[in-house]
């Protein structure tokens, strides 16, 4: 069996008045995230993971925001791409193991709806996704509110 490890990291800026996506799910708050496409940093620091585990480049290689195609893009589409990719080189999935930094608003009452998107877009069991959410004590860009981040570590074998 040959097993690859994947690393994704994603970041982007909150203001007011944005819909604020995570994980497919539209979460209710003041603030959301400023992006060309829908900002889901989840989705995005996946998509990283699965192509830095075939080591494939980035999203922003298959997706530049240079390109009016994915001005306002459903995230879904990045994930669906990568998973192609993967599937095509003979891969599936172990598991995901995912951190979403933010200071608020609490995502425990989001988190079971994030896996269920994600194990029927990457068609996998929900016990293959883990979605954690932490905050930075209030330091920071993440923790002034500025800012949102994710990360991502995904296994894949053939
Ligand atoms: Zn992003």
């Given at each position: 069996m040959?097993?690859?490890?994947g690393f994704g990291?994603d970041?982007h800026?909150?203001?007011?008045?944005?819909?604020?996506?995570?994980?497919?799910?539209?979460?209710?708050?003041?603030?959301g995230?400023?992006?060309?496409?829908?900002?889901?940093v989840?989705?995005?620091s996946?998509v990283d993971?699965?192509l830095?585990?075939l080591s494939?480049g980035?999203i922003?290689?298959?997706?530049?925001?240079n390109n009016?195609?994915?001005k306002?893009?459903?995230s879904q589409?990045?994930?669906?791409h990568a998973n192609?990719?993967?599937i095509?080189?003979?891969?599936?999935?172990?598991?995901?193991?995912s951190t979403?930094i933010?200071?608020e608003?609490?995502?425990r009452?989001?988190?079971?709806?994030?896996?269920k998107n994600?194990?029927r877009l990457?068609?996998?069991?929900i016990?293959?996704?883990s979605?954690k959410?932490?905050?930075?004590?209030?330091?920071g860009?993440i923790?002034?509110?500025e800012?949102i981040?994710a990360t991502?570590i995904i296994l894949?074998?053939?």
């Amino acid at each position: 069996m040959i097993n690859r490890i994947g690393f994704g990291h994603d970041v982007h800026q909150l203001i007011e008045g944005n819909s604020l996506i995570i994980g497919g799910v539209s979460i209710p708050y003041y603030k959301g995230v400023r992006a060309f496409s829908d900002g889901d940093v989840l989705y995005h620091s996946i998509v990283d993971a699965i192509l830095g585990s075939l080591s494939i480049g980035d999203i922003g290689q298959y997706f530049p925001s240079n390109n009016n195609k994915w001005k306002g893009a459903d995230s879904q589409i990045f994930l669906e791409h990568a998973n192609g990719l993967m599937i095509k080189k003979g891969y599936s999935i172990n598991n995901i193991d995912s951190t979403v930094i933010l200071q608020e608003p609490k995502l425990r009452p989001y988190t079971i709806s994030m896996r269920k998107n994600i194990a029927r877009l990457l068609n996998i069991d929900i016990n293959q996704i883990s979605i954690k959410a932490t905050t930075t004590d209030k330091m920071g860009y993440i923790g002034n509110n500025e800012g949102i981040a994710a990360t991502t570590i995904i296994l894949l074998s053939k």
